[in-house]
């Protein structure tokens, strides 16, 4: 009997796109708020994809769930209160808790049935969504932000791309609420998307979380099943500098690193220049 040849594919545009090789699709609804998908790949165990896009998978997950968390946690000396926009697969609230220092992680997450379908298809993405730490809310995080002004040590957006529910997500007015609720030696972090694919995107966020925090910089990790690979993410923080790191905390880390964390600040040429102003 033949193979099945059935393949998902993210389009980025009508010239590019990425395909992995499917067994199997899982689950497959229209929530409240958008396409959900639940697939099993041959190369990348399950993939979680979100209106057509790849948003974690279970063999490279780490990369960008350490990424988004370890480089601000380990630049903040004491971070207590963090908060996570999106993220409702969990992978960032597994990583915020394996800090010690950390008293509260909340998780504001728009789409409760992404927090249910990782629960059942990503259980160890999903693993640090029950920890007493950890307080999720089923909520727009644009709002929950604006409702909380000073209380946070450290924001992390993870957001979806930059189309549906997360267009809120990387617009100035929302980086203003984040600077408004984080306390006075705040920072926060935004996954930023692609430099060879999202050029544009990049330097209108950057520009806009300058303006907001003064200091920004703009970091890098490689995500194999993310278009193109090249991932940027960008801080923007009130007093601390994210090139001193301190040093390494939770030892549980596949792709972190102290060195890890200097060298993500090292940018390609072209990268720089989509930041310099
Ligand atoms: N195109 C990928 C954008 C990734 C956004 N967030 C991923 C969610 C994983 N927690």
Same mark, same amino acid.
């Given at each position: 009997m033949a193979k099945m040849d059935l393949w998902f594919t993210e389009y980025q545009n009508e010239n590019l796109s990425i395909g992995l090789r499917i067994k199997q699709t899982l689950h497959s609804e229209k929530t409240e708020f958008q396409d959900l998908d639940v697939v099993e790949t041959e190369q990348y165990g399950r993939l979680l994809v979100l209106d057509g896009c790849?948003? !974690? !998978?279970?063999?490279?997950e780490f990369v960008y769930h350490e990424m988004i968390s370890h480089v601000p946690l380990h630049t903040?000396?004491?971070?207590k209160r963090v908060l996570v926009v999106g993220g409702g697969d969990g992978g960032v609230i597994r990583e915020i808790i394996k800090h010690p220092s950390v008293e509260k992680a909340v998780l504001a997450e728009i789409d409760g049935r992404v927090i249910e379908a990782s629960k059942e298809y990503f259980p160890h993405i999903a693993s640090g969504l029950s920890d007493p730490r950890v307080d999720v809310q089923v909520t727009d995080g644009i709002k929950y932000v604006k409702d909380h002004?000073?209380?946070?040590?450290v924001i992390l957006v993870d957001s979806t791309?930059?189309?549906?529910?997360?267009?809120?997500?990387?617009?100035k007015e929302f980086y203003q609420s984040v600077y408004d609720a984080l306390k006075p030696d705040g920072l926060f972090v935004a996954q930023t998307e692609s430099p060879f694919a999202n050029q544009s995107l990049i330097k209108n966020v950057f520009s806009d979380v300058k303006s907001v925090f003064k200091q920004a910089y703009l970091y890098l990790a490689f995500v194999p !099943?993310?278009?193109?690979g090249m991932w940027s993410f960008t801080m923007g923080s009130k007093q601390y500098d994210p090139r001193e790191p301190q040093a390494l905390r939770p030892k549980d880390t596949k792709y972190y690193s102290t060195a890890v964390h200097q060298a993500a600040?090292?940018?390609?040429r072209f990268v720089e220049e989509l930041v310099q102003s």
């Open positions: 790849v948003m !974690t !998978t279970d063999k490279d903040h000396p004491n971070p002004p000073g209380e946070f040590d791309d930059p189309i549906g529910p997360a267009v809120g997500l990387f617009a !099943t993310y278009p193109t600040f090292a940018l390609p």
